[in-house]
DNA sequence: CGAAAAGTTGAAAATGGTCAAGTACGGTGG
DNA sequence: CCACCGTACTTGACCATTTTCAACTTTTCG
């Protein structure tokens, strides 16, 4: 698999490296906690497990030839990721922060304490949506897309902190960094949302009305 | 359902009219028949029955509020669609061509003749495919791997029918008629394939290998 | 404090969309 | 059989949006 080093090569800080976690135990279902930064799996490896996401916040992604990364999907508290169709990862999967992961082995097992099918059709709902959302909206919208579905992961605060850097959203909207930065730029400029602290990461949604009239 | 309408208005011939069909009884899974231009389900419909193709050719889509049609993939012989994440359809489906079709109850049944797992991962696996392909490659580039599938699905022969029309290869690709004409004609000119019959549907692979090349 | 990383901004370039015109084809009716 | 019409497809010119490239600011971290 040549693209995982590429993939380290390019989004994992050095200091890092290759240290995607070696297999869990399929039997022991032990919740486990991964570092900011790290790999949880990677393109190329057995997909026998499926993890829920406890604490923290996790990115998938794939790589595409040109060394190009396309984020499929953010996973917060509660939400499955690391199904897969066939015997082999095709993604990646990396801890943005901390996290506390609950992995569940799908080897074997007649029954298991969660449903596949009804984690794959979400998924599926999901990644079809997202196709629409991609392929038709503009830039601010898909940036507003993305707006809406943070500040829905915080209800009943108007203010939270985006886990991800410019380069995730950008990566997940199917942007560049610079179109990323300019519609936030656009947001604030228009009174919609309100940006400060460490690295502009703290989302103040000042009309959620045009915020949503923006995502629609 | 309001888009029922507009996706009738839109994009069904007017003698058409809204002819979707009626649900079929659950038990009954006795293979139909479905003239070109139909209505298979639609959206809002209840979604209890999932369809295999037989023969023919199937076009799922959904419609966005403005009423852009988004094709969210073409189905061939032995591909199933109408699997679904809630109780209802969040899309439609429509024959392209005269079809045959065997539909499957799912409702209740204990054990099904067929793998729903299997079926939503594959289909899983294509969105997140086609994400990537869709949001990434360039107008020339996704018109190249459209042709490619369609050549992929005519295995032995190098020169086919396409059964879509340009608007159908369009809204399935994420672009406007004119930019998939210049494509067509981009690959013409360039020596990849050659075009002629009516309404210049028929394909000839003529440079496979640069096809491919582009199409990666 | 200084270097590296992350984010923002501006100007030029590329890509695809829009609008408008023109061509080819199939079906209908004289 | 041919003229006509409507649809599907193509092509050209122009325009809008986003990317690219570059510079600059801010933040983070050793």
Redesign the interface.
């Given at each position: 698999m040549t693209t995982l080093n590429q993939a380290v090569d390019r989004h994992l800080p050095a200091s890092t490296g290759m240290d995607f976690m070696e297999q869990r135990k399929p039997t022991s279902s032990t919740a486990f906690k991964v570092r900011a930064g790290q790999g949880i799996y990677c393109e190329g490896q057995r997909a026998n497990v499926i993890y829920q996401v406890q604490s923290g916040a996790v990115r998938v992604y794939?790589l595409?030839?040109n060394g190009?990364r396309?984020i499929?999907s953010f996973y917060g508290p509660e939400e499955w990721f690391g199904?897969?169709?066939?015997p082999f990862h095709?993604?990646f999967a990396e801890a943005i922060c901390d996290c506390q992961l609950q992995p569940f082995s799908i080897g074997g097992l007649p029954t298991l304490p969660v449903n596949?099918?009804g984690i794959?059709?979400?998924?599926?709902?999901y990644?079809?949506s997202?196709?629409?959302m991609?392929?038709?909206q503009s830039a601010l919208e898909r940036v507003a897309v993305f707006m809406k579905e943070m500040a829905d992961r915080h209800p009943g605060v108007n203010e939270f902190e985006l886990v991800m850097s410019r380069a995730d959203i950008a990566d997940y909207l199917?942007l560049t960094v610079e179109s990323v930065a300019r519609s936030f730029t656009k947001l604030r400029t228009s009174g919609i949302i309100r940006l400060h602290g460490r690295g502009q990461r703290y989302v103040r949604i000042v009309n959620a009305d045009a915020l949503a009239a923006l995502s629609?």
């Amino acid at each position: 698999m040549t693209t995982l080093n590429q993939a380290v090569d390019r989004h994992l800080p050095a200091s890092t490296g290759m240290d995607f976690m070696e297999q869990r135990k399929p039997t022991s279902s032990t919740a486990f906690k991964v570092r900011a930064g790290q790999g949880i799996y990677c393109e190329g490896q057995r997909a026998n497990v499926i993890y829920q996401v406890q604490s923290g916040a996790v990115r998938v992604y794939r790589l595409m030839q040109n060394g190009q990364r396309h984020i499929l999907s953010f996973y917060g508290p509660e939400e499955w990721f690391g199904l897969q169709d066939g015997p082999f990862h095709d993604d990646f999967a990396e801890a943005i922060c901390d996290c506390q992961l609950q992995p569940f082995s799908i080897g074997g097992l007649p029954t298991l304490p969660v449903n596949l099918l009804g984690i794959a059709l979400t998924s599926l709902a999901y990644a079809n949506s997202r196709q629409l959302m991609i392929v038709r909206q503009s830039a601010l919208e898909r940036v507003a897309v993305f707006m809406k579905e943070m500040a829905d992961r915080h209800p009943g605060v108007n203010e939270f902190e985006l886990v991800m850097s410019r380069a995730d959203i950008a990566d997940y909207l199917g942007l560049t960094v610079e179109s990323v930065a300019r519609s936030f730029t656009k947001l604030r400029t228009s009174g919609i949302i309100r940006l400060h602290g460490r690295g502009q990461r703290y989302v103040r949604i000042v009309n959620a009305d045009a915020l949503a009239a923006l995502s629609m």
